[in-house]
């Protein structure tokens, strides 16, 4: 199985900052790495796909990198939008797809 | 516009039986593989299951293998998740899942989400 580590796991920053979140796989996973957005109560939603394709109708803010087994995603200059969980998941197998994910709080 | 309305959540017994739907519109469902996602309270995003856009191929999480049976009509463009033998742990939000166009496993459209608790 493949084992997807985030970290931090919580993140204080305030509207401005930029912030990096880092994702780990536990074997080489190329490029099929994915983040997600998920504010409360609402279903996820596709940031960035294949390492570091934004996903149309996403802000140019979020950008991610990385390939083999690290990754991350940074968002250049935080907006009172932004504040929400973060999700990495790899698409390379179907096992144990998602990362535990990264909750991102106004400091 | 590409919509997944899920529906079919509830409170069910441990060890009952229920059945989810998700309508899809907006799309040629019949041309993608579609999956169910589920969140447990507070909790992060558990991979569920997968089938393929025919309906010819599926996949099943560890920890709901012989339990769950994940299958389509793409006449009604309608995907199912028949879950029994249920546990207080599968207790979640249970999300309709699209993959995006080429990338399997890439999700980008997502349901609401339908409910699902399980307790006595």
């Known amino acids: 199985d493949i084992q997807m580590t985030q970290s931090p796991s919580s993140l204080s920053a305030s509207v401005g900052d930029r912030v990096t979140i880092t994702c780990r796989a536990s074997?080489?996973?190329?490029?099929?790495l994915n983040w997600y957005q998920q504010k409360p109560g609402k279903a996820p939603k596709l940031l960035i796909y294949?390492?570091?394709s934004l996903q149309s109708g996403v802000p140019s803010r979020f950008s991610g990198s990385g390939s083999g087994t690290d990754f991350t995603l940074t968002i250049s200059s935080l907006q009172p939008e932004d504040f929400a969980t973060y999700y990495c998941?790899?698409?390379?197998?179907?096992?144990?797809?998602f990362g535990q994910g990264t909750k991102l709080e106004i400091k | 516009e590409v919509q997944l309305v899920e529906s079919g959540g509830g409170l069910v017994q441990p060890g009952g039986s229920l059945r989810l739907s998700c309508s899809a519109s907006g799309f040629t469902f019949s041309s993608y593989a579609m999956h169910w996602v589920r969140q447990a309270p507070g909790k992060g995003l558990e991979y569920v299951s997968a089938i393929s856009s025919n309906g010819g191929s599926t996949y099943y999480a560890d920890s709901v293998k012989g339990r769950f049976t994940i299958s389509r009509d793409n006449s009604k463009n309608t995907l199912y998740l028949q879950m029994s033998s249920l546990r207080a742990e599968d207790t979640a939000v249970y999300y309709c899942v699209k993959d995006a166009v080429g990338q399997w496993l890439v999700f980008d459209y997502w349901g609401q989400g339908t409910l699902v608790t399980v307790s006595s």
């Open positions: 294949a390492a570091s």
């Open positions: 998941q790899q698409s390379y197998s179907t096992l144990d797809t």
């Open positions: 074997q080489s996973i190329s490029s099929y």
